[in-house]
């Protein structure tokens, strides 16, 4: 039986399925800039859409943040219902209790001039397992503080 090279299935008990595995996941979010006042608070948006049936025990969600004079650093990951927090970015949270559901965005709080620098929401999900398929989709964004 040949297949498309395109097409994702899983025969035995049909997970998923689509043309293009690319267009499973896809971040609707599109600002890229954030300006926000020293001491107040900013929410970074990292919505998505999916086409993958019981994404949330599949995603895993993980912000990054680099500054000027630093190398890039995970800030936070989420995968499954778990949070693990880098303890130097406590100031930061999710916005909703569930990002794996379609919302990614995160909130920081009680701004500083070194939250200053570039955002990255990375989503990472398994299409399902037995295809061995990845889709991996990223958005950076920029923050100043004032």
């Known amino acids: 039986m040949s297949r498309n090279p395109t097409e994702s299935c899983c025969v035995a008990g049909l997970v998923f399925c689509t043309k ?12 890229e800039d954030y300006y926000a006042v020293k001491e107040s608070n900013v929410t970074l948006s990292c919505k998505f859409t999916h086409d993958i049936d019981d994404i949330s025990n599949r995603i895993i969600i993980r912000w990054y943040f680099k500054s000027p004079e630093e ?64 889709v991996i989709k990223d958005r950076y964004m920029n923050l100043k503080v004032i």
């Open 71 to 134: 190398k890039q650093t995970e800030i936070l990951m989420y995968h499954g219902g778990q949070l693990d927090i880098d303890p130097n970015y406590s100031r930061v949270h999710f916005t909703t209790p569930e990002p794996g559901h379609g919302d990614a965005s995160i909130e920081i709080s009680d701004l500083r001039l070194s939250d200053e620098g570039i955002y990255q929401c990375s989503l990472e999900c398994q299409l399902n397992v037995h295809s061995g398929i990845t």
């Open 20 to 31: 293009n595995p690319a267009w499973a996941l896809e971040i609707i979010s599109t600002k």
